[in-house]
């Protein structure tokens, strides 16, 4: 700060000094009694007034440096900082103390263009509080009709004001009002008042109020900008954190490529698939983090890049330092920024190993077990029981297989044994048959459950005819040596049928007399014969031939078993 006394200081030190001089002057002349010529009173005082009209003009001329070197300050303070309320508190506190302003209130414009009070101050730079907000409404219009500064120096008398309701109930005096612009266009108002004294403000207040309003309109407008900018930034940050969170949290891995086939981004689900650290991967070629996948990923990452179409449904099987042996299926599309023009690849990976294992389980299962029990169970409802049901029930053997058995290694053995067991199940599935299970060299199975089929009876002869012919075919692609022949027994009646076991190994199985009697007529029936029991040939004689046999004496049934040997279909029926 410059601590040198000021002109207009050393002006009245000078006219103080002066008058002392006069004064003294004057008592040493009467002393002497002499008189002193009115020409030098005269030029006396007169020195002295226009040397106070000087300082006076040096005083105002002093102030109006101050005042602008204040506007200076202020403008500097207020383009020094982009938070909103920090400007707008320092514009309305610069703006009274400019003034010397009671009051100070700074409207803006809102989202719907109407002007609202965003911050009233007064001059002990305090808050004005809303339920004090009485300012002239009519002042305010004129400066937003007309958009050029308004100026009254005592609105009671001013004939524009002193008729409006607001100036008369609030005691109006001297008000100052100009617009805020920036490049033509209104944005707002800065009013300042004094409701005691008269003739506060002059033109030049109002000018000064006006080129300060011009810095604070653009200082107002930077600030309102970066609020909007902060508070824009704030959503998209928000939303590229949601964005991040989502596609960390994809199930499916995500891995992005620039046209030269740099990594640029992966989620963790890639991580986690391909057994490998995002920062391990970023910034790689492609075909370098995952060699076995190399040549097989760039051919395809070239493909969409010059068709800018997607490749759908790439399956490879590597091999993965990591996690050995997996099944990945890849998905590959243009990545295009918001020109539409392509910047690189998107990639989405899923491992498919466990569901293959699945898969390949299932396809086991389902040739452990027929197709249409696996439809009927529900892993969620499986309990132990049964419930009863009319069945027909085909028993399959090989005969003199334990004899064939001893000649033979067990992988020829095994190899054999599945040529003719699996013909066995083919012809009993065709028939949608269900197979109960494999006993050694026999086959279980059963005709109307648990899909109803109102000709049972007839499909499981169907299915027995078509394994004897089955057979037959089998020894003529076979050697001699490994030719064997089935037996077969047919039976209707009620069976038990359900989940046998326990919650840790149960079976789907047929439990009942009616099964065990036609495990009894099978183990009666010679190589290539079918016999069938009286209550099921009742069922399909109309269907088949068939010729009486010797009755079947059964272990624990006190008479014998009647029982009919199937030849074959009757003309005129054939085979469904």
């Known amino acids: 700060m410059n601590n040198e006394p000021s002109l207009a200081y050393l002006l009245n030190q000078y006219i103080s000094r002066l008058n002392l001089l006069t004064e003294t002057t004057r008592d040493i002349l009467i002393r002497s009694s002499h008189t002193i010529p009115t020409q030098i009173l005269d030029d006396f005082n007169s020195l002295k007034n226009k040397l106070s009209q000087v300082s006076q003009q040096i005083l105002l001329l002093e102030k109006r440096r101050d005042d602008l070197s204040a506007l200076i300050n202020v403008g500097q303070v207020i383009n020094s900082s982009l938070d909103l309320e920090e400007v707008l508190r320092a514009v309305m506190d610069t703006m009274i103390r400019l003034l010397n302003a009671e009051r100070g209130f700074l409207m803006l414009k809102n989202g719907n263009g109407e002007l609202t009070i965003r911050i009233a101050r007064n001059w002990g730079q305090e808050s004005i509080h809303p339920s004090e907000f009485a300012i ?113 949290s994809i199930v499916s891995g995500v891995i992005t490529a620039d046209i030269k086939e ?202 027995a005819l078509d394994i004897r012919e089955a057979v037959r075919m089998l020894q003529l692609e076979l050697p001699r040596e490994f030719h064997l022949s089935f037996g077969a027994g047919i039976h209707h009646g009620e069976a038990v049928l359900g989940l046998i076991g326990t919650e840790k190994r149960v079976e789907y199985t047929a439990i009942g007399d009616s099964v065990n009697t036609a495990k009894r007529i099978q183990e009666n029936a010679v190589a290539g014969q079918i016999l069938i029991s009286a209550p099921a040939y009742a069922l399909v004689s109309e269907q088949i031939n068939a010729r009486r046999v010797k009755p079947i004496a059964v272990k624990g049934k006190r008479r014998p078993v009647e029982v009919y040997e199937v030849l074959g279909q009757k003309i005129g029926y054939t085979k469904s």
């Open 136 to 248: 002239s409404r009519t002042v305010v219009n004129r400066v937003i009709l007309d958009g050029k500064p308004v100026l009254t120096t005592n609105a009671q008398e001013d004939p524009r004001f002193g008729s409006q309701e607001s100036v008369i109930t609030y005691n109006l005096r001297s008000i100052v009002c100009v617009p805020l612009k920036v490049k033509d266009e209104l944005t707002g108002v800065i009013y300042a008042d004094n409701r005691i004294r008269t003739s506060m403000f002059s033109e030049y207040e109002l000018d000064l109020l006006a080129a300060f309003a011009n810095q604070a309109a653009v200082a107002i407008e930077n600030a309102r900008l970066f609020n909007s900018l902060r508070q824009t930034l704030a959503e998209v940050t928000g939303l590229k954190n949601l964005m991040d969170n989502v596609f960390a």
């Open 262 to 463: 740099r990594i640029t981004l992966c989620n963790r689900a890639a991580e986690k698939i391909l057994g490998q650290a995002s920062a391990e991967m970023l910034g790689r070629n492609l075909g370098d983090f995952m060699p076995a996948l190399g040549d097989g990923l760039a051919k395809h990452f070239e493909r969409v890049l010059q068709t800018e179409q997607d490749v759908i449904g790439i399956e490879y099987e590597p091999n993965l330092p990591e996690r050995g042996p997996v099944s990945l299926t890849f998905n590959f599309s243009p990545l295009k920024d918001a020109s539409r023009t392509t910047q690189g690849v998107a990639i989405v990976l899923d491992d498919i190993t466990e569901k293959k294992r699945l898969e390949a389980k299932r396809r086991l299962f389902e040739r452990m077990v027929s197709p249409a029990v696996i439809d009927q169970l529900d892993p969620d409802k499986l309990q132990l029981g049964g419930k009863r049901a009319e069945i027909t029930t085909l028993f399959v053997d090989i005969r003199e297989f334990t004899s064939f058995s001893e000649r033979q290694s067990p992988e020829r053995l095994v190899s054999v044994l599945n040529r003719y067991l699996g013909a066995a199940a083919e012809a009993i599935l065709a028939h949608q048959g269900t197979i109960d299970k494999f006993l050694g060299d026999a086959v279980m199975a059963w005709f109307n459950a648990p899909v109803a089929q109102p000709d049972h009876a007839y499909q499981a002869v169907l299915a």
